[in-house]
């Protein structure tokens, strides 16, 4: 299971960071990832994490979305800089690829221009 929290309401270029809490081990997953589903649109990948810390992110986001992990906390961060009215969505995590039983209930972000 996941928890995430850390989103809100924010102005254009502001910054967010969204956390993801795990009821497992975080360390003994292979892959994580923070997807989105904006209105209207169908949900997406956008950021990437390895046991090993490689990370990978979508165009559109990289250069301002970084995501990382704090295995002591077995949490799962997404620090969103330079945020745009076009992020804004309900932002998820699971694993990579995800589980349809390890779906979350997101935290809302939403950036005014």
Same mark, same amino acid.
Request: with cysteine; charged share 20%.
């Given at each position: 299971q996941v928890l995430e929290s850390g989103g809100g309401?924010?102005? $254009?270029?502001?910054?967010?960071?969204?956390?993801?809490?795990?009821?497992?081990?975080? $360390?003994?997953?292979?892959?994580m990832g923070w997807y989105r589903r904006a209105p209207g649109l169908q949900r997406e990948a956008i950021a990437v994490i390895s046991r090993s810390d490689v990370t990978n992110y979508i165009d559109s986001v990289k250069g301002r979305f970084t995501i990382s992990k704090d295995k002591a906390k077995n949490?799962?961060?997404?620090?969103?800089?330079?945020?745009?009215?076009?992020?804004? $969505?309900?932002?998820?995590?699971?694993?990579?690829p995800p589980s349809h039983e390890s779906w979350g209930q997101g935290t809302q972000v939403t950036v005014s221009s």
């Open positions: 309401l924010v102005q $254009a270029g502001g910054s967010l960071r969204l956390s993801c809490v795990t009821s497992i081990d975080i $360390a003994s997953i292979d892959r949490t799962m961060y997404l620090e969103m800089n330079n945020l745009k009215p076009e992020d804004t $969505a309900v932002y998820y995590c699971n694993y990579s």
